[in-house]
C-alpha cells in the first residue's frame, strides 16, 4: 500500500514558470525524500528533508516540510523542458523502508 | 559502470514460466532492495538485503516469490510460475550504509510481462 499522495497527479506547465508538487503522508515520519523519474528509467534521488527540519534548498528545488499538517511540497523554479519527469515523495519510518507516493507526472512544454 | 544495473532490461514470458531477475548494485553498498512498480504508480518495497542477509522480506506478495544475495553483492529476485499479475517493473536499489537516512539509488528496472 502506498503511504504517501501526490498532488496533483499530473501538471503541464510552460518552461520558464515554477512547477509545486504537495505530498502528503499518513503516519510519522523519520524522514522525507523526492525522487524524480525519466520515462522508462530507474528513480533518481533529488533531496532529503529530515522531520526536524521545515525547508531546504538544492539548486533549483526547494523542499519544504510540514509534520502537523504531515505534508510536503517540492517546488522547481524556472522550470525547463528536461524537467518533464514523474516526481514521487518517499518516506521512512526509521527505518530502511521507504514508502512511496503515487507521484506526479509534470510535463513542461518547451 | 559506476552505477546500479539490472538485466534484463526487458523479459517476456509465458504463464507458468520461472524468472530470474538480476541486480548488480553499486561496488561497496551495504544495502540493498526490490521494489515493484506497477504502471502509473510509485515503486512498491519487496525485499531488503543488508550485506548476504535478507533482513526484510514482507513485501514479497507470495511465496512464488525468492530472492538471495549470497556473497553480498550481486542479487537475483526469481519469481516461479508466473501469473499475469506478476507483469510489473522490477526496480533493484542499493544504498551505501543501513538505516533510514540514506538516499538510495536504483537501477532502470527490468520490464516484466507475463502473457
Known amino acids: 500500500s502506498q503511504q504517501g499522495e501526490e498532488d496533483p497527479q499530473a501538471l503541464s506547465i510552460q518552461e520558464g514558470e515554477n512547477a509545486t508538487m504537495n505530498c502528503s503522508y499518513k503516519?510519522?515520519?523519520?524522514?522525507l525524500q523526492w525522487y524524480r523519474q525519466n520515462s522508462g528509467r530507474g528513480l533518481v534521488h533529488l533531496i532529503l528533508?529530515?522531520?526536524?527540519?521545515r525547508e531546504k534548498h538544492s539548486g533549483r528545488l526547494r523542499v519544504t516540510l510540514d509534520t502537523s499538517k504531515k505534508s510536503s511540497s517540492l517546488l522547481i523554479t524556472a522550470s525547463r523542458a528536461a524537467d518533464t519527469a514523474s516526481y514521487f515523495c518517499?518516506?521512512?519510518?526509521?527505518?530502511?523502508?521507504?514508502?512511496f507516493g503515487s507521484g506526479t507526472r509534470l510535463l513542461v512544454r518547451p | 559502470g559506476a552505477g546500479v544495473s539490472q538485466s534484463p532490461r526487458y523479459k517476456v514470458a509465458k504463464r507458468g514460466q520461472d524468472v530470474a531477475l538480476r541486480c548488480d548494485p553499486i561496488s561497496g553498498h551495504v544495502s540493498l532492495f526490490w521494489y515493484q512498480q506497477a504502471l502509473g504508480q510509485g515503486p512498491e518495497f519487496l525485499t531488503y538485503?543488508?550485506?548476504?542477509?535478507?533482513?526484510?522480506k514482507s513485501g514479497l506478495p507470495s511465496d512464488r516469490f525468492f530472492a538471495e544475495r549470497p556473497e553480498g553483492s550481486v542479487s537475483t529476485l526469481k519469481i516461479q510460475r508466473t501469473q499475469q499479475e506478476d507483469s510489473a517493473v522490477y526496480l533493484c536499489a542499493s544504498s551505501f550504509l543501513q538505516g533510514a537516512n540514506q538516499p538510495q539509488h536504483f537501477g532502470d528496472g527490468t520490464r516484466l510481462s507475463i502473457l
Open positions: 528533508i529530515r522531520s526536524n527540519e
Open positions: 538485503f543488508q550485506n548476504e542477509a535478507q533482513l526484510d
Open positions: 518517499a518516506t521512512d519510518d526509521s527505518s530502511y523502508k521507504l514508502i
Open positions: 503516519t510519522s515520519i523519520n524522514n
